[in-house]
């Protein structure tokens, strides 16, 4: 499973959407990283910049498998995240899924907050979706198309530098990829 840095909490939510603190300067050592765009360290456990290497991609291409009644959001999302140069696809009869959409419902435990999380691993990794919790069409559409752009080898962006989709909170995330995140998409894939 995922360390809680990927997740989305409905904590998180409410604290995005009050006038709680402002947030802590992104660690300012992972500046330097070349290249690639620095990832807000607080909420990537430890991962310092976007990384090819811890994604669901495969060979430019990354296959999905739809086992979401979601279909809406992975539609939002798939739609979202499909700037040309790496191809998302539905899996078919002649490939196996990079990750695969799906679905749970829980409060319990780890559960209690989430919102949903991507869970890398060997084999086919998994974007979990928390119908508990994703209450709202545009939460359901934010998360998955979040938690997508994880698969895809993003980390969380500290929200209060410039727009974007990978905010760490929910309240503080943009419905899609903004200028930024596309830059950031060019920047890891071209």
């Known amino acids: 499973m995922k360390p809680l840095s990927t997740v989305l909490t409905i904590t998180s939510l409410v604290a995005g959407l009050t006038a709680a603190a402002p947030p802590p300067a992104p660690d300012a050592s992972v500046q330097a990283a070349a290249g690639y765009a620095a990832c807000w360290t607080k909420y990537s456990g430890g991962q310092a910049t976007d990384s090819r290497g811890n994604s669901s991609v495969d060979a430019g291409e990354l296959t999905?498998?739809?086992?979401?009644?979601?279909?809406?959001?992975?539609?939002?999302?798939?739609?979202?995240?499909?700037?040309?140069?790496?191809?998302i696809r539905k899996d078919d009869a002649t490939s196996y899924a990079d990750v695969e959409f799906k679905d749970t419902n829980r409060t319990d435990g780890q559960w209690r907050d989430l919102y949903g999380y991507w869970e890398h691993g060997p084999g086919t990794d998994v974007i979990w979706l928390n119908l508990a919790n994703l209450t709202t069409d545009e939460a359901r559409r934010k998360t998955a198309a979040h938690e997508l752009g994880h698969a895809l080898g993003f980390c969380h962006k500290d929200p209060s530098g410039y727009p974007t989709l990978m905010a760490p909170h929910t309240g503080d995330m943009a419905s899609a990829p903004t200028a930024r995140d596309k830059k950031n998409y060019t920047l890891l894939w071209g």
């Open 64 to 87: 999905y498998d739809d086992a979401t009644s979601l279909d809406q959001a992975l539609l939002h999302a798939v739609q979202s995240w499909s700037l040309g140069t790496v191809r």
